[in-house]
């Protein structure tokens, strides 16, 4: 009869995630693989995606559009994670906007948002509804922008907060009336 530290005892000795142990356990319920390995696997798949999604970045800055997309496209083909491919497709969709592809920047865009998670508030998707809303105005499609905006601006992106005042004439005049009195207030004029 084993007592419960011979069972302790045996289970560390024949442990599948010791090293050198094999790769695969039988269990009751059939054969499943080592979740240790399958973890480190992923984060280094994670590391990768993390590597290519700045180099990416980085790239976009430099001015080198065409490569920016190349890496951002590999690191989408790589993620894991629905976060992680709508932070990847929100970075894709700005470097479009700067090789001119406004439409696939919005198809790339409308993914990143579709794969934000709805029940959080999520930066990327506050950035991606800015980015949209930004390329609607520019598409002369106001009610579109501001409903991008709106949501943007709840998920707390000043930005869009901003253009929603813009887009309200009253409010746009009155803030070119306060900007107006603060600039003479810096230069010692007078305010009437």
């Given amino acids: 009869m084993t ?6 005892v045996l289970d560390s000795i024949f442990s599948p995630l010791l090293p050198g142990a094999g790769c ?3 269990t009751e319920a059939g054969d499943e693989k080592d979740t240790q390995l ?3 696997s992923a984060a280094m798949a994670e590391d990768e995606v993390s590597r290519l999604e700045i180099e990416g970045v980085r790239t976009a800055e430099e001015g080198t559009t065409e490569r920016a997309i190349e890496l951002f496209t590999e690191a989408i083909a790589h993620a894991t994670t629905q976060a992680r491919k709508a932070s990847i497709y929100n970075n894709r969709a700005q470097a479009l906007q700067i090789k001119g592809d406004i439409e696939g920047a919005l198809a790339d865009l409308n993914v990143a948002i579709s794969l934000c998670p709805k029940d959080v508030p999520h930066k990327v998707a506050s950035s991606a509804y800015t980015q949209r809303g ?8 106001m009610s579109a922008a501001l409903e991008d905006y709106k949501k943007a601006a709840a998920l707390g992106n000043r930005f869009a907060q901003q253009q929603i005042v813009l887009q309200n004439p009253m409010a746009a005049l009155c803030s070119n009336m306060l900007a107006e009195v603060f600039s003479k207030l810096q230069k010692g004029q007078p305010v009437d």
């Fill in 134 to 141: 930004t390329i609607r105005r520019l598409k002369g499609d």
């Fill in 38 to 40: 399958e973890d480190e």
């Fill in 3 to 8: 007592t419960e530290n011979d069972r302790s």
């Fill in 24 to 26: 695969d356990i039988v």
